[in-house]
């Protein structure tokens, strides 16, 4: 019965990548117990996993915890080849994508007309607060040649882990991320024509694993390109958040970013009006939204905080919500949090018995 005890407080050890019980992914091979000495038999995914320390000092807490438990034994080793296999082919399943048209993530394509108006600060401090409410996030940089979101939040030099075939992100503020920026070096310039970002973008959504997601952002390059031409045709299904700044100016283009969401299939859901004050001029956010006919979502003030979060790689929402950005930002996190998933036309992961 101890045994048993010990089994289910390892049920709530989570592994930090993977984000699934270690019991769930067959890593605990074997429980014992004698007297008050349990013993543990951890298989880990891949050898240097970089959870690895996550995960032993979490089953230590999680196992002490068991009444008459007073010692353990972890024994750590690494999966063999075929339960690596196993564990992919289960998380993978049968599906070609994580995010085809079935799924019940909602996908939010960050986009502006022109650079310069802090889409992408915005963006990653947006997944922040969505992570603060308790969802599940996760993070494209689609960006490939202005790609910033790994410095954004604070996780440059950081690199995906390999199980199999699949990526696992690393996580920043309870964000699963991926960028481009994690495969070459911060002073590489990216110089690809269409197919290669086509399949990049591509490859990001079939080969890392982000689990079972409430939402997806993606932080689009500025523009009407390549990248957004194939986000519409990877996500047709993705809805679009368009970003400007009050200048007359900055909405012209950002319109024409919306119609090309529009073009794809995608829904423009509404308009974010980044940098809001005098210093910018005025009215550019609500003529990008009345020409597109969609709503103003938020207005974000100009703000020191939320840029030197970016800089120092420590979101302004995590690092002081109480700044006025900050607290638009999260308002705009609590709105796109309440928003309900529609389930029409969709097929559920169920079956009739």
Known sequence: MTSDAVRAALAHVVDPEIRRPITELDMVRAVTVDGSRATVDLRLTIIGCPAAE??????????????????LDLVVGVMTVPEREALVARLRGTRTTQFGPDTLTKIYAV?????????????ANLAVALAATGLKVGLIDADVF????????????????????????????????????????????????????????????????????DVLLLDLPPGTGDVAISIGQLLPHAEVLVVTTPQPAAADVAERSGLVARQTGQTV???????TGELFGSGGGDAVAARLDVPVLARIPLSVGLREGGDTGTPVVF?????????????????????????????????PR
């Open 146 to 213: 202005g790609f910033s979101i790994p410095g954004i939040l604070g996780i440059v030099g950081e690199k995906p882990t390999k199980v199999g075939d699949l990526m696992m992100p690393p996580v920043a503020h309870g964000v699963s991320v991926i960028s481009i920026g994690m495969f070459v070096d911060g002073s590489t310039a990216v110089s690809w024509r269409g197919p290669l970002l086509h399949r990049t973008i591509q490859q990001f959504l079939t080969d890392v694993w982000f689990g079972d997601l």
């Open 111 to 123: 986009t502006s007309g022109k650079g310069g108006v802090g889409k992408s600060t915005l963006t």
């Open 54 to 71: 996550t995960i032993e000092r979490d089953i230590r807490a999680a196992v002490l915890t068991v009444p008459g438990i007073d010692e």
């Open 319 to 351: 690092a002081d919500p109480s700044d006025p950005a900050a607290v638009a930002i999260l308002s705009l996190a609590a709105t796109l949090a309440a928003r309900t998933r529609d389930l029409a036309g969709r097929k559920l992961p169920i079956s």
């Open 269 to 275: 859901i509404g308009v974010i009006e980044n940098m």
